[in-house]
């Protein structure tokens, strides 16, 4: 009997022991594909900046939330140990190197080896497992050797095996193979524990501070201990007598209650001071693997397990947790329901339940869900009614007793139950059905049908407000149905002439007392005044454009609803009504059937596509996790994409979200920009949105949005700054992180350019200078050329008028020489004519004379004959002829006496006479000679003139005042 009492009493302490919290933080896997690196990842530190850094079989391995980058070591070894040094920088220890990580110009990071300080005779290293920094000095720890850097000055101390090696409360112990526990003193190694006071095969592997003067110790094999001063005392409970040889592998402080104890075979579990389990994750809840080689509580309090095949997340303090009541078919969550101090979770594969106490988050609550008899398929509904507990399913209507479901109506599916009158219990019960609603009645915990039924379409939809039944139809209406007691229920349908019937759904709810009817066209309220339902001012204002189509009140009055398969909340909590998203649940609420139980502000279940999430509003919106954004990497765009900026500007660990110190300068060629950042606030990254602007191109900060990269292309030259900031679903958001570049002018906009460009437009200035001066100087040249010829022109312009003056003029003399000629025609002919008349009266006289023979009248005669013989008066004639004959004929007689001085009176006359072109006749008569004295005269005349006989002599007379050369030479 005691034994068996003693194996039932282990049988439920185990079972206890082994029992899980009915909620659990969601869990991240990050396998080695997805961050493309080693498999293993042991040690895991955060910096300022909220970047995680992993100790990973390739190298250094780190996360801003967005990307993963892997940083090796030069012999590509795997690393061990990383550590934060006093100096900021990475330090970091892997198989046969050891050294830090600091950024480059560029703000990429290099590896610095301190290998070249060790002494050449310890040149030799195996893997370096653990790094420390204590009291200004550094020490890196291999199996054998521990290395002490103070400065350049480095120190060896040496062991058969170094088995552990930390900083426990402000003092630095290390566990020797041989020599027990020993502390650091003056540079000392100090044993405080001597191997005899160790359990056997005592192996640390872990150590977290838990006090003032504590330190919780993890053993490989020997469970878990409390080190303070020097003394070692086992911690102990029934659990971690049943996990000591789970091969501990660490140990961290999850908060002030709750320790994390991670294996090499059984994952990690959560326990708290006593040693009693809290929770424990492992495959089965999701890890990718059961081996556990680091742990490390980031600084939001959640956890990052380094594992030995991936890296897993696990968002411990998390307001949202997961509650999967049947691991093997994890079903679709569509109700739930605490009914008599039990949970129950309706799913697609049945009703499942757990007992409860009292706790003020119900996920922290530790039990195993049961599956109720007779439940199996689909859950539609959990309805608490006259203190039953009613389950609508697919196969019909059931009682629920003692984890039993009981047939009521298995005549077609139930989607719910409400009791008819406000007044509990109440005699009548109506349930929705797949064909409309049934009527039942209630008596003493028995449910019989009443065969009424109000049967239209499916009744999916349905509130009661004081007897009046309304149901919707999503794309077919709503109905009032209204039932008297002894008579028919009557059904009446809005249509769109009530404004209730829209393509996109009608759904019926009753919030804070009034009658609620979302459709497409946004939210309406029942008026009973007018029968009608009108737009609601008040909700379509909270809801503006939202298609809201599920509507929840809690105890708060707080609204919790659904849209476009996304949920929120409209808290009342506040002086003005908000709209708190939860962004971690889009797409993952069960499509078109969402369902939500908001117990009180602590626990909240919502039903998912796997199983139910619970949510502890009142720690959502408490938890304000630090945001921070930082640009992680700048890249110039080309043929080639080049790394401009590697996401460090100051130290690993020094915070870097101001815009860094120097100004980075890029070439004109490289004027497109690749920008990519990140936010590291791992447990709500899909709570994220970021805004940014760039300061110089544009005037104002984008949209909030999921996007954490942006690219600029074709910028012109100048300086630019790239500011961004990140946003949660509450509105806080972070402080601006920025980046400052300016592109370079191209090559022709130099300083060099333009001194090129002075010299060239100096030079071409002076060219044209020149080139004007040449112009000038030829169009001066040609100016004054053209001036001569104007002159010239203008000169032979003025002798031709001068000429024309001269011709007019010699026309005007040949005229008025014509007229002289004429008048020496008129003289001459004159002469000639008294010649003749005087020949002729001489002649007569003569011939009277001769006929007379009075003396005395012949002597008269002759007197008068002799008178008219006279030459005197001739000559008198001839001088003042040839003084008009000359002016008239430019002094010919004198310029033909000056070139022909021999010649005589005669011949003068005889010139002037042939000169005036008369006839020998004529000539003859005025120089009173006879027609052949002229011939003689005119032959002798020729000869005195020494005319050739080819030349006219009228010609040459013509030419004696030069108006045709003389043929006689001088």
Known sequence: MKLILLTLTLFIAHALYSQNTIGLPAIVNYTKQSYTAGAQNRQIKQDKNGILYFANNDGVLSFDGKNWKTYPLPNKSIVRA?????????????????????????????????????????????????????QGRAFFQTSNKIFQFSGKNCTVYKSTHWRYFGTCNNRLIAQDYTK??????????????????????????????????????????????????????????????????????????????????????????????????????????????????????????????????????????????????????NGSGYASIIHNNQLYIGTSTGLFSVPLYSHPDLSFVKGAFKHVANSNGQVWNLSEVNGELLLGHHDGSFLIRDNNALPIDNTTGFWNFFPLSNVLPSSIIITGTYQGINFYNYKTHQLTNKNIHAHFESARFI????????????????????????????????TAKENVLSSNGNYIFKIKNRILLTTSKGIYEYNAASDQFEPSAFYNAIFKNLEVRYLKE????????????????????????????????????VDGFEFIYPVNNNNVFIGREKGFYHINFDQYKKNKYPLQIQVRTVRVLGPSDSLLYGGYFKEVNESNTTAQARNIKIDNAWNSIHIEFASAAYAQRSTIEYSYYLEGFEDKWSDFAKKTEKEYTNLSAGKYTFHVKARNNLGNESKVASFTFTILPPWYQTLWAYLIYALILFTAVYLIYLRQKK????????????????????????????????????????????????????????????????????????????????????????????????????????????????????DFTISLKAKHPSLTPNDVKLCAHLRMNLTTKEIAQLMNISVRGVEISRYRLRKKLQLPTEVNLFDYLLGINGEIPSPVSE
């Not at 990383?82 to 560029?106: A, C, T």
């Not at 407000?465 to 059904?491: C, F, M, R």
């Not at 929120?568 to 971690?584: A, C, H, N, R, T």
């Not at 001036?787 to 026309?811: G, H, M, S, T």
């Open 82 to 134: 990383i550590e934060f040094g006093p100096d900021n920088k990475l330090y970091v220890g892997g198989q046969d190197e050891f050294g830090y990580f600091s950024p480059d110009e560029q703000g990429q990071l290099i590896f610095h080896s301190l290998k070249p300080l060790i002494p050449k005779d310890e040149a030799s290293l195996t893997d370096v497992w653990e790094i420390e920094f204590y």
């Open 463 to 494: 509130v009661v407000d004081n007897n009046t039944i309304w149901a919707s139809h999503p794309y077919k209406g709503v109905y009032k149905i209204t039932y008297t007691e002894g008579q028919l229920p009557k059904v009446k349908q809005y």
């Open 180 to 329: 027990g526990l020993l502390t650091y003193q003056d540079g000392v190694w100090v044993p405080f524990i001597q191997p005899s006071g160790l359990p056997d095969d005592f192996f640390i592997t872990g150590a977290t501070p838990i006090g003032h003067d504590s330190t919780l110790l993890a053993t490989r094999k020997n469970g878990l201990y409390i080190l303070s001063g020097q003394n070692l005392t086992p911690l102990k409970s029934p659990f971690l007598n049943q996990i000591a040889d789970k091969y501990i592998s660490g140990v961290t402080l999850v908060n002030n209650d709750h320790i994390a104890v991670i294996t090499n075979l059984d994952g990690c579990y959560i326990i708290d001071r006593a040693g009693n389990l809290i929770q424990n994750f492992s495959t089965k809840e999701g890890l990718q693997d059961n081996n556990i080689l680091g742990v490390f509580m980031d600084r939001e309090r959640n956890i990052w397990l380094g594992l030995d095949n991936g890296i897993d997340f696990i968002a411990y303090n998390n307001a949202i947790k997961l509650i999967l009541p049947d691991y093997q078919n």
């Open 554 to 589: 809690d105890k708060d009055g707080n609204i919790w609803f659904v849209f476009n398969k996304s949920l929120g909340v409209v808290d009342f909590s506040q002086s003005k009504p908000q709209i708190i998203y939860l962004p971690e649940l889009t797409n993952k609420l």
């Open 775 to 890: 112009k000038f100087q030829l169009q001066k040249e040609k100016y004054e050329e053209e001036q001569k010829r104007v002159e010239y022109l203008y000169q032979l312009e003025l002798e031709k008028n001068e000429k024309e003056i001269i011709k007019l003029r010699n026309e005007k003399l040949e005229i008025e020489l014509a007229d002289k000629d004429t008048e020496l025609a008129s003289s001459a002919m004159h002469l000639l004519q008294k010649g003749e008349l005087l020949t002729n009266l001489k002649e007569e006289l003569k011939r009277l004379s001769k006929t007379s023979t009075d003396e005395k009248t012949i002597d008269q005669y002759k007197k008068i004959i002799k008178i008219l013989g006279e030459d005197e008066r001739v000559e008198k004639d001839w001088d003042h002829f040839a003084q008009h004959f000359d002016k008239v004929h430019s």
